[in-house]
């Protein structure tokens, strides 16, 4: 085979990988999306950034490989990883990803719960203390209350009749 053809194959193989790349990075975002709810802005937002991205990759990958020059069977290659890509592995990947990345997440609280119950139960307690001294404190600022009113009024009749 000629070196011209081997390099044109290659160039192919390339742009067919960097379909699969595109849609595989676009399947992050999909479980991002699954994983936290997003607005309408965000997911827009989003999408700007990761076609920005995507076109300075191909367009890196256009310049590497065939110096910048635009050749239509890059654009069906990487068409195609992208199709394939989509039609074979995207959703089984996609749900795999979110659901052990949400299960992660599931494991971790239930230790960092674990591992805090000794200090959720002292603070229920202290808490617990502190509303029933509150109460009382309270009942008791309001004895102390009166029986100074009814000291300070009779002080004040005292006072007024001299």
Known sequence: MSPNIIN???FLLHSFL???VISLTYDGFLVLRKLIRHNLLMIS???MIFWIAC???VFYMLYEENNGVLRWFAVFGATLGMIVYKKTVSTMVVYIVSLVIARTFQILSGIICFLF???RFIWKKVHCILCI???KGKKAGKHIKNKLTCKFKLLKITLCKR
């Open 8 to 10: 044109e194959v290659t």
């Open 133 to 135: 001294s509150s109460k």
């Open 18 to 20: 960097m379909g699969i």
């Open 55 to 57: 076109a300075i990759g």
């Open 117 to 119: 119950k000794p200090a």
């Open 45 to 47: 937002l989003e999408d």
